[in-house]
């Protein structure tokens, strides 16, 4: 069987509240991050994201008061993510309550900053990760919640972050985000195929189906979703049943 397949559910806050949006535009409100995380939490979601959307492109810090919020009322593993640039981040971030950390745009931006963390803290506390998009002339990675297309290629990226010592890695197709059209199989298959490390599957949940695809089709290890969770349109006990019963390893 294999490890358990996980489900995460990704409360994107901006100024406080959870938000959604598509490809990466047009938020809308989502309600209250603590009392989503812990509905989330009791529902038997595997893990939690909390990312700060706009933190890298507003130049501030996460909100750490309500990652200490959230953390209280977890009993499942929460990474959280958002304008992370340097080590005392990191610390500010576990010190609050927070399993695990995700990094974007500072580590395209300084790649050692990855090396720096899974020194200091080990690679399961870091969380790569990469926002990109499917331009004419191939993946790209993109920075600052998707403004800033970069040089950097998704899969030689995604191999450099491996050798640099991170744990996981949450890939996030932006054509596909928000859309509900699928997930971004064969890239994610390319990424799961090519690495020993986890990968984590972003952007294109729309129906159960979709997240069975990510895993048979995908070779994904994890499935985060947010707007069909928050909007109550898939509830995780009945996605984690409905996988069950197409055979796939979930913790109930």
């Known amino acids: 069987m294999g490890l358990a397949k996980r489900i995460i559910p990704c409360l994107d806050v901006k100024d406080g509240e959870t938000v959604k ?12 991050p603590v009392e989503l995380g812990k509905a989330y939490s009791e529902q038997g979601a595997d893990e939690l994201v909390f990312l700060d959307i706009t933190a890298s492109f507003e130049g501030r810090k996460t909100f750490t008061e309500m990652v200490t919020k959230v953390a209280e009322t977890l009993n499942i ?25 995700s990094v ?6 300084h790649p050692e900053l990855i090396d720096q963390i899974t020194t200091r803290f080990g690679s399961q506390v ?24 970069t040089e950097r290629q998704l899969f030689e990226w995604a191999h450099e972050v491996q050798e640099r010592g991170a744990g996981e890695i949450l890939f996030t197709s932006m054509n596909h985000d928000g859309t509900k059209n699928g997930y971004a199989n064969e890239a994610l298959r390319e990424l799961a195929d ?10 294109g949940a729309g129906k159960k189906e979709h997240f069975r695809d990510v895993f048979v089709e995908g070779h994904a290890d994890a499935a985060l979703a947010a707007s069909v969770f928050h909007f109550g349109e898939i509830p995780v006990p009945e996605l984690k049943q ?11």
Do not use: M, Q
């Open 194 to 203: 090519h690495l020993s490390i986890p990968i984590i599957a972003s952007g």
């Open 242 to 252: 409905y996988l069950t019963k197409e055979g796939i390893n979930v913790r109930l």
């Open 77 to 101: 593993p929460f990474t959280v993510g958002g304008g992370i640039n340097e080590l005392a981040d990191v610390e500010r971030l576990l010190y609050a309550g927070a399993d695990k950390v």
């Open 21 to 32: 949006g598509t490809n990466f535009v047009n938020l809308r409100s989502a309600g209250d």
């Open 104 to 109: 974007n745009s500072a580590a395209i931006r």
């Open 126 to 149: 870091c969380v790569c990760a990469i926002d990109a998009r499917l331009d004419e002339d191939g993946w790209h990675c993109y920075l600052k919640g998707g403004r800033e297309r």
